[in-house]
């Protein structure tokens, strides 16, 4: 396990219902065949696309569609953590535009295929932030940027440049307003990419193809060792003449396939003013032969604005499903860029005729109307993400799951952890696509492979000697002296373990589901009754010394705990709140020890990493381990605690800002937490197929449901400050529970709320009234 920062029973089968029948006439997405919606205007002109540009949020404002595995967009550095998706908001030039990005990640990759437009003499470095003329870079100026879902432009100030950006799934389409200039030319760069020091790149290969194609491809050693990417790029007009330059040398003029570590093409023109050159390029995982199928099938001619509307169009479509009534324009700003957010990830990964590369290394064919995907961020996804998806992305979920089913059964590491581009960098703690597995099953979602996700998951929960499973097994929990983050490791595998137990169920093996229910109470014996914290344990059973609440680990070996320290490891327990009161000496405990995070000081140990930011107390929702904690007052009878909390969380941790984001944004976690929590509901165990009640800060939330039924969610209230609820109905019927199923949300429920602006603390709080827990 790597983590971010250092690489830079009766209850269950419950959970395991089927309702299929609720989504028969769900539209499938991706159709290779697809056509194109009108554009109208609708929420999309809330998306404020640079939120999370700046700061920490690692985000990109470029060009994509929902889930497309292109993302065209600038680059201002390619190093550094702050840069991991290739642009900050505080930079003042840039490199070029590259066709790959990851969005919002805590490490970096990609970046391939970066095209720069210029004028004047020929340079092939890109030069410093410092001094961009040294090179081929460009000053630019925020306002002359425009950023809005499926389109980006920017004037290029040093060349007089006019560059215009947009895409399709698998294909990118640049227009280019030169001035007239005789030195006109492209910087095409198959040498850049995130961190692109010596070694990064294993072998790259370079070949023109009449006056107007290139095509090419490379491998790179990254965070995804071995990953390879094919490119096919097309110009709107034949190129004067073109000069390729490997590994700094320029080779003799008429070079046609070329192969080596640092190459790079320059596409010489003599330009009129405001004369437009368009590119265009497809890009594989597979071949140069499937980027230019793919490139050919999704951008045949040369309209850019047909591309653009119709990216417009499929974002429109997307963002339309959730509908708010109320609220201030700056919430709804805020709410429709983090949906926004929430649809760049998984990204597609196959071709158009349905080949991919798989997590064995080979190219394979997909069943029809499948698809395969990459870039799942799932440490930090199965939290908010994926639970998002349950309710307005139904129809992907399938393909979704079925995806990770296909990279475990083809990979030699096991369950997929964060597979990226046909690799797995083992990335973070747990195996959580069994949880996201886990959790569709649950909810009933059709057509997913159930016997061979159980096949998949009962091995490596019983079989896999990696990670510090065999540990895990043998002892109960991790020894810390013998495997890095200990605490954190044993209480993700006692979730996963849950995971196993819910698809064991539904497999309809009865006694392998009782057992990996059993093992996921193991989150116990990590809680030590005398400090009250989950702590590191020796092989021998003792305590590791010394403690403080505030901890990374007990040694400078390596530290105990992910992204995360004592105080938000201890409610690391998303599948049994009850059990974790239980520990903790009683409901009333359990609701001290929340009052405790959030009122602890403020001090972190030097060693404290990045990620552990957007502090209040202890508790940090700048990282994913603090989501679903101050929910957890729902479990102890104390609703309003959770209303109050989460109320000044969003009014607080988010801003329509460039560094508008606590944290990164992690392919979308930290956007769905706010997308959730402001429809008023958050899944604190998204395995249970249940959700809680928060508070909502629309007036009025509706999602499109398909087959014309809406879930919906109401909220009465005198004034924007009345955060607290009352009471609450159910399709007009009187409702006194705090919590939900996904069975009643999909069956179109309204729910309405009575708000109001003191504490309730009645409402919720009889013990039989709290959400459901494994132990209870």
């Known amino acids: 396990m790597i983590s971010r920062r250092r690489f830079t029973a009766a209850g269950l089968a419950t959970f395991c219902l089927s309702i299929k029948n609720l989504y028969a006439d769900i539209v499938r997405p991706f159709d290779r065949d697809s056509e194109t919606i009108g554009q109208e205007l609708g929420v999309s002109r809330f998306v404020k696309v640079k939120i999370g540009t700046g700061g920490h949020g690692h985000c990109y404002p470029g060009a994509t569609v929902p889930f497309g595995m292109v993302q065209l967009s600038p680059d201002t550095f390619n190093r550094g953590w702050d840069w991991c998706a290739g642009y900050n908001y505080s930079d003042e030039s840039i490199m070029g535009f590259s066709h790959t990005h990851l969005s919002g990640t805590g490490i970096g990759d990609m970046l391939d295929f970066l095209v720069m437009p210029c004028t004047g003499p020929v340079k092939t470095v890109p030069g410093t932030r410092e001094d961009p003329g040294s090179g081929y870079r460009s000053r630019f100026s925020h306002e002359d940027e425009e950023a809005v879902p499926g389109y980006y432009s920017v004037v290029l100030r040093d060349y007089k440049i006019r560059a215009e950006l947009s895409a399709t799934a698998r294909a990118g389409i640049h227009r280019y307003t030169f001035p007239e200039n005789s030195s006109s030319h492209f910087i095409v760069d198959l040498a850049h990419g995130y961190d692109d020091g010596p070694g990064v790149v294993s072998w790259s290969n370079l070949k023109v193809i009449g006056s107007d194609t290139i095509v090419g491809g490379k ?12 490119f096919a ?6 190129f004067d003449r073109i000069e390729i330059v490997s590994d700094g040398k320029t080779l003799p003029i008429g070079s046609k396939d070329v192969k080596g570590i640092s190459l790079k093409a320059v596409l010489h023109y003599s330009t009129h003013e405001n004369e437009m050159i368009l590119v265009k390029a497809g890009i594989s995982g597979v071949s140069v032969e499937g980027a230019m199928r793919n490139l050919d099938a999704e951008i045949s001619g040369w309209d850019f604005d047909r591309v653009r509307n119709q990216a417009a169009s499929e974002w429109e479509r997307e963002l339309s499903k959730i509908r708010v009534e109320g609220g201030s324009e700056k919430q709804r700003e805020i709410f429709y860029s983090s949906l926004y957010h929430c649809f760049l990830a998984p ?16 190219n394979h064919q997909l069943p029809r109307k499948a698809h395969n ?6 440490w930090d996804t199965y939290r908010a993400v994926h639970p998002l998806f349950t309710v307005v992305q139904p129809q992907r979920v399938p393909e979704f799951v079925n995806c990770l089913i296909r990279m475990a059964q083809e990979s030699p590491l096991g369950m997929p952890i964060w597979p990226l581009q046909a690799k ?11 949880t996201v597995i886990a959790e569709a099953v649950s909810k009933g979602l059709p057509g997913i492979d159930v016997p061979g996700a159980f096949r998949v998951m009962k091995k490596e929960a019983m079989q896999s000697d990696i990670r510090a499973l065999p540990l895990y097994r043998e002892y109960g929990y991790i020894p810390c002296e013998l495997y890095r983050q200990s605490v954190s490791t044993t209480l993700d595998y006692a979730y996963n373990d849950w995971a196993v137990a819910c698809i064991a169920n539904a497999a309809g093996a009865k006694e392998d589901s009782k057992f990996f229910r059993e093992r996921s109470l193991t989150y116990k014996n990590m809680y030590d009754k005398e400090t009250g914290f989950m702590r590191p344990k020796l092989k021998d059973g003792t305590w590791a010394e010394p403690f403080a609440s505030n901890e990374m680990g007990y ?8 992204e995360s320290n004592p105080w938000q490891a201890t409610f690391a327990v998303q599948h049994d709140p009850a059990g974790l009161a239980e520990l903790m000496g ?3 405990k359990l609701t001290q020890k929340l009052d405790g995070i959030f009122e602890a000081s403020l001090a972190l140990p030097p060693d404290v990493p990045s990620d552990i930011a957007g502090l209040v107390g202890q508790y940090a929702h700048g990282n994913e381990p603090s989501h679903h904690i101050a929910y957890l007052y729902t479990y102890t009878g104390q609703a309003h605690k959770t209303q109050g909390r989460l109320y000044s969380l969003m009014e607080t941790m988010y801003d329509n800002r460039p560094d508008g984001l606590a ?15 402001a429809m008023g509901f958050y899944a604190v165990d998204p395995i249970s197929g249940n959700y809680v009640f928060g508070t909502p800060i629309f007036d009025k939330v509706s999602v499109d449901l398909g087959a014309g039924k809406q879930f919906i969610i109401e909220a009465q209230r005198s004034s924007s400050s009345a955060k607290y609820i009352q009471g609450i109905h159910l399709n007009g019927k009187t409702y006194e529970k705090i919590w939900f199923t996904h069975r009643d949300l999909v069956a179109g429920a309204r729910f309405t709320l009575k708000m109001g602006a003191e504490p309730n603390s009645d409402f919720g709080s009889a013990p039989n009234l709290a959400p459901p827990s494994a132990s209870s």
């Not at 995907?373 to 799932?378: A, D, G, K």
């Open 219 to 230: 491998s790179t050693n990254r965070w995804a060792k071995g990953r390879e990417i094919y």
């Open 233 to 238: 790029m097309k110009f709107s007009r034949p």
């Open 347 to 362: 990204t597609i990964f196959d071709d158009v005729d349905g080949t991919y590369r798989g997590m064995d290394g080979q």
């Open 373 to 378: 995907f990459s870039s799942y961020s799932l």
């Open 424 to 434: 797995d960098p083992q990335t973070m703690t747990g195996y959580h696509s069994a």
């Open 555 to 562: 040694s400078n070996k390596w530290r105990d705990y992910t």
């Open 586 to 588: 009683g409901r009333d």
């Open 663 to 677: 944290g990164n944004e992690d392919c979308g976690q930290m956007s769905a937490w706010y997308v959730m929590s």
